[in-house]
């Protein structure tokens, strides 16, 4: 790959600049030659009223911008490779898309500024890296470089490696803010739109698995139809409220996808479920309450995904000192399942650190976890007793 560096000021750069406000993205610069934001690149997310405020200050106290890097395309024409955060940033600054405190704290517009001001940003020297190379060669320079600043995450380095109409349609469906449906997915999906947490959702769930996503990019990569995309994503999406008609916090981020595959078949009461949820969202001895859904669906059997709060110590030594007592009274074991048991074992007390404290009527039964409903079994038996 081959590298020249060139220094263009601020006011070259932000000639004829464009700005997509509904998509959030800078479209082009340098008089319209250069393509700030290629579809290989992420979102712009310095719109935060701090990084972008952080880049027209530097330009203002005459600090540098760092290093930024434009791929060659043709003659005179290149995109970004690097840097389309801070270029975006100058771009709508100059273009007056938002304000930025002066030392009185004032809000001031570009328009605002004193010319010598104005001019500081625009001559501001920007030093440039052009580089001319294949495809491979520019992608994998791409995902070295982006080690610094606001790391690009998994999805956008896989947007890059795999950037074409697969890619532009799944970004204009999925990583759209605009796009009416992100409310009722945001209910479901964690992360944020402009960070392709939405697309990365999708893609796992109809790739059958994070670890399958790139092939399933690589081999749609040529292709503009992300029909099954969204027809599996909507399709869990609508599993997910049908079966559970309340929407409540812990439910954003799960893993629905595995959760669709593993028990959307089965048969389910909406009505039932409700009533189930909100029944363990007051249960006080619930600690996990976002394995609620997975316990429900799974039958309520799996205790362990609720984190069922244990008996305390003092109530286990108190249970343990009664039950001992009255077997060495009785003359069997201090363990009732030992009691019943084969004759090696029917008179063995043991000792406190070898029983655990377990629910006389489980609580997955209605069980509570109180002094009166607590017993010491040996760990052989709670082991094996389970829910029963």
Known sequence: MKTELKQYSVKDIADGFEYNELEGKGLFGLDGRLTIQPEYQRNYIYADGKKDVAVVQSLLKGYPLGLIYFNKTGKDTFEVLDGQQRITSFGRYVTNRFAVKDENGMEQYFTGLASEQQAKILNATILVYECE??????????????????????????????????????????????NANIQKWGAYVSGAVNRQDYWARALEWVAM??????????????????????????GVINWITTVFIDIESEMRGLEWGRLYETYHSLKCNPKAMSADVQR???????????????????????????????????????????????????????????????????????????????????????????????????KTHNRAKGNK
């Open 133 to 178: 190379g294949a495809e491979p060669e520019i992608k994998a320079w791409f995902r070295t470089i982006n080690t610094a600043g606001v790391p690009l995450n998994d999805q956008e380095l896989l947007n890059a490696v795999y950037s074409g109409p697969f890619v532009t349609a799944g970004k204009a469906e999925f990583s759209n803010s605009q």
């Open 280 to 378: 363990l969202y007051g249960d006080p001895y619930v600690k996990n309450r976002r394995g609620i859904w997975e316990y429900l669906l799974g039958g309520a059997k799996e205790t362990n995904l609720l984190d069922i709060r244990i008996f305390d110590e003092a109530t286990k030594k108190a249970t343990y000192k009664g039950q001992t007592a009255e077997a060495e009274t009785k003359g069997v074991s201090n363990c009732p399942l030992c009691a019943i048991g084969h004759e090696g074992v029917k008179t063995k007390v043991h000792k406190f650190d070898e029983m655990d404290a377990d629910h006389v009527a489980a609580w997955s039964k209605g069980g509570a976890t109180t002094l009166e409903n607590c017993q010491m079994l040996c």
């Open 209 to 234: 698995g994070e670890d399958k996503v790139e092939a399933y990019m690589s081999a749609h990569r040529t292709s503009n139809d992300i029909s099954e995309v969204k027809a599996y994503f909507n």
